[in-house]
């Protein structure tokens, strides 16, 4: 447990307004584009691997693009842009992997404490009909404070791109989103910071599956409809009909969560409101 003193209780933060996302091993690492091309004419890897990769790399930072061209195209001041702000600032921009918040003590000589928080993206095969996963990654505690979560996308989604790809995106950005704050609200707690002036409840934070998902497939909606889809479901269940936008506002949404609720009933999520699943801290 680190506690610091600070000044009237509180430290003085430098935030990254932009959260920075890198690219998984699975992606090309630390390698930029040019750097892949120069380690495939030096031999050390795959000419073919190395344009693939760009290749998915060109696909998802389009995607990511698409997500905040959709947000910016919808109401200002509404919840829909607002949710959808949050899933592309999950990621922010590409470059350096990290957001660094520097926490200077008030104490002469002491070193101050930085807090890193990382978005990696990567594919993989992922399980029939999951397109995208979010997934936490081990924190880090030595000199300084390392978490971040790790975004995969599955590989014949990134290769096929479109709508598909830019709604997982964005919906994988939501689980991102929950799944940092959740992580640096523990954080907050270990640094003794948990009790600040406005400071958001550990427990809210704290979401069930069903939360998290509910929130994310909100998202899925919103693309989906900014981005005048067809009807789009999952399997036998539908999470967007655009025959809905007939109706009045209240209705469709309303008409929208109980789509996303019939899709969070069936495997691979089996969650409801009244049967909501693992929250974080439980280890999901
Ligand atoms: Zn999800």
Do not use: C
């Not at 660094?100 to 990382?118: H, K, L, M, Q, Y």
């Not at 997934?135 to 505690?141: D, Q």
């Not at 404070?145 to 014949?156: M, N, W, Y």
């Amino acid at each position: 447990m680190h506690r610091y003193v600070y000044v009237g209780n509180r430290p003085t933060r430098y935030v990254d307004p932009l959260g920075l996302y890198e690219w998984d091993p699975t992606l090309g690492g630390d390698r930029t584009d040019p750097q892949l091309r120069e380690s495939a004419d030096a031999g050390e890897i795959n000419r073919g691997e190395a344009e693939r990769t760009i290749k998915r790399r060109d696909a998802f930072r389009d995607s990511l693009r698409k997500a905040s061209e959709t947000a910016e195209s919808l109401p200002e001041g509404s919840s829909e842009r607002r949710e959808l702000e949050r899933s592309v600032q999950a990621y922010g921009e590409e470059g350096k992997p990290i957001r660094t918040t520097r926490i200077e003590p008030d104490t002469p000589g002491a070193s101050a404490i930085v807090v890193t928080e990382n978005v990696a993206v990567g594919v993989g095969e992922l399980e029939e009909g999951i397109a995208g996963r979010a997934s936490a990654m081990e924190p880090s505690f030595d000199e300084s404070f390392r978490f971040g979560v790790r975004v995969t996308i599955d590989t014949a989604v990134i290769d096929r791109g479109g709508d598909q790809l830019s709604t997982t995106v964005a919906h994988e950005g939501t689980h991102a989103s929950n799944r940092a704050a959740y992580q640096r609200r523990g954080i907050e707690q270990q640094l003794g910071l948990d009790r600040l002036e406005g400071a958001p409840d550990t427990e809210a934070l704290d979401k069930t599956r069903h939360q998290d998902e509910l929130e994310a497939y909100r998202v899925t909606h919103t693309m989906l409809r900014a981005r005048r889809a067809g009807k789009t479901g999952n399997g036998s269940t539908v999470v967007w009909d655009p025959g809905w936008e007939r109706l009045p506002p209240r209705l469709q949404e309303r008409k929208r969560d109980e789509a996303i609720n019939e899709v969070l009933k069936r495997p691979p999520y089996r969650v409801s409101p009244e049967n909501p699943g693992e929250r974080f801290s439980e280890g999901r």
